[in-house]
């Protein structure tokens, strides 16, 4: 399954399809072929395999399937894999990932009833990992939100005058430009869309293209100029004159983007945080003071530290001499309006002697 | 020399003394003896070392002596190691570090005049870095200045109620407790002594007290009520009534203060770093958004980004869900008033179409 799961990243993060890799093992257990979804329109992971195993004269009759996701059962683009396994006369299918897709489900239901062995479960925490934004966007009918922010260690995305190139060094851009390339979709406001006139591009260090690139999503009802370089090279270009999030969100569900990478600005940050609809954070953080200007998020209506939008480390990473804190949304991380209610307010100012020592 | 540091290191980072450690090496390069400082009226290292040899019977005649730092020529609380030396009769000495300090310097030209052979700059790096606070104190007579902040991801320090209680976790707030274990005072300003009630004490993750009490130093004008905990179990408590920093530096270097840590509030802080007083930044970040709440840092009199307090990186540490950023004085990190005076301030807003791209 290490494999296979290897074989799946291979794959690409963006596009509707979810990655999955497939190994094929001869009854010794030993690896006969193997397979991976290179994307929409392009054969499944088990189909992959199976046709690896034939074109290396290998029958696969009798092999076991370990495959990172279950095996769809519907047709799509192409057929399901689940039939596909049992004409192939696989003997048993190990399964990482339940396949959540209402559409595609049921594939290891139809494997057992053709009398093959299915487990589930094998490496489900990696699996999950793997196919966390597709996963999200498949249970819940929204893309995967992503945001990102890029900020001084106090906090602010701008000097006074405006000016905020750069506050996170050449390291921190370039690695913001690889998660661009592994996104669906790139949505800011249409305030940083007017103001910054940005391109939203994917771009390698040396300034190219990267061959993938992102939808790129203005929410707002203020027109896109037509000089603006959103209209210019790169993804396609969506504008949403939307201010109901829940509408952005399914539109973009609609048009099967996944994970939505959102760039800001403050006012579009704020507003997804506000409606806790911000599912990873990625905070590029440069050591930096700036005392005044721009901050990243606005009022979030937080008057106290219990109700804080809090997140979950997921990862550090160093970049150069700024870092990336990627955070995840934390379970329960914000009271519900329930518990809110039954929370009493705490007028005024702490405790001058509050039980617990500085 | 390496083995010397790993010596040195074992001393107390905080005393008016630097850490130093010294091995003594036999003709043949193999080690005989070795010791190191362990604080203001104890031996120094090379006088332990040679102590160490004698009470294991061996003559420090002829041997080498690797030592971080050269060795001191002044009558102090104890004899001038170079003496020692030279009346040991070693033949050679090898330092990492010169002495800066007026009053110790010149050991390697009395080494040197009595024969013995004197190389310096061995690992020169690694004994800059252990002996950084110590070496900065001793070279501008002020104390090396360590600013803590811990904030949200958006750089606030409280949320709009004044709670702040906790924004990092356990993980982050036991390191903080560590680092006032290791320095020589601990600085809030009134506002932060009246509205927190702090105790500043360095205290272990049980609560208890470390061995190793920092002087608790409050600066400005205001009275420390007789009730506060600043003068309960804990450090000596030095109140400055002082606003300007110069002086209070100046008091503490006298005091023989190498290292101080600053806490807060915000009003301090802003004026260290408004007046390019901070060596060393610690800036302890929450995977918290508040978009409301005091921030760590007033106005710095920052318009634009080419003028920002910008540091150094020098380490990154994951602290549970927290993140520690050690951060230094960047090199000429902002503009003098020399250029700041030809270069013409560019009023208004950020053109449209800058050149660069986003």
Chains 1, 2 share one sequence.
């Not at 790169?234 to 539109?251: F, I, R």
Request: overall charge negative.
């Amino acid at each position: 399954m290490r494999r296979a799961l290897a074989l799946a990243a291979q794959g690409p993060a963006y596009g509707p399809n979810p990655r999955v890799g497939c190994v094929l093992l001869d009854p010794a257990g030993q690896p006969v072929a193997e397979g991976f979804h290179r994307g929409a329109g392009t054969p499944h992971a088990e189909a992959a395999a199976l046709a690896a195993a034939r074109s290396r004269g290998v029958d696969p009759r009798g092999t076991t399937a370990v495959v990172t996701l279950e095996p769809c059962a519907h047709h799509g683009r192409t057929g399901p894999c689940a039939d596909a396994l049992i004409d192939a006369g696989v003997a048993a299918v190990h399964v990482a990932v339940a396949d959540p897709n209402p559409v595609a489900t049921g594939g290891a239901a139809k494997l057992r009833a053709a009398g093959i062995e299915v487990t589930t479960g094998l490496l489900a925490d990696e699996g999950e990992e793997l196919l966390r934004q597709w996963l999200h966007a498949v249970r819940t009918g929204r893309p995967y939100v992503t945001l990102k922010l890029a900020t001084s260690l106090d906090g602010r995305v701008a000097a006074t005058d405006g000016t905020s190139r750069w506050i996170t060094g050449p390291q921190a851009r370039a690695h913001a430009h690889t998660i661009r390339a592994q996104v669906d979709a790139i949505g800011v406001g249409t305030g940083t869309a007017l103001t910054d006139d940005p391109s939203l591009t994917a771009r390698t260090i040396d300034g190219g293209l990267f061959e993938h690139q992102p939808l790129r999503v203005v929410v707002g009802r203020r027109a896109v100029p037509d000089g603006a370089r959103l209209r210019g090279p790169g993804g396609a270009l969506l504008h949403l004159p939307e201010h109901d999030l829940g509408a952005v969100l399914s539109q973009l569900a609609e048009r099967e983007v996944r994970h939505l990478l959102v760039e800001g600005g403050p006012t579009l940050a704020t507003a997804l945080l506000a409606a806790d609809a911000v599912d990873e954070l990625h905070a590029y953080v440069a050591p930096v003071l700036l005392g005044a200007g721009a901050t990243a998020v606005g009022d979030l209506g937080v008057t106290t530290i219990g109700d804080a939008a809090r997140f979950t480390t997921h990862d550090v990473t160093r970049l150069g001499d700024d870092v990336l804190l990627v955070a995840r949304r934390a379970q329960h991380a914000r009271p519900t309006e329930a518990t809110e209610s039954v929370q009493p307010v705490q007028p005024g100012r702490p405790s001058r002697h509050p039980k617990e020592e500085i």
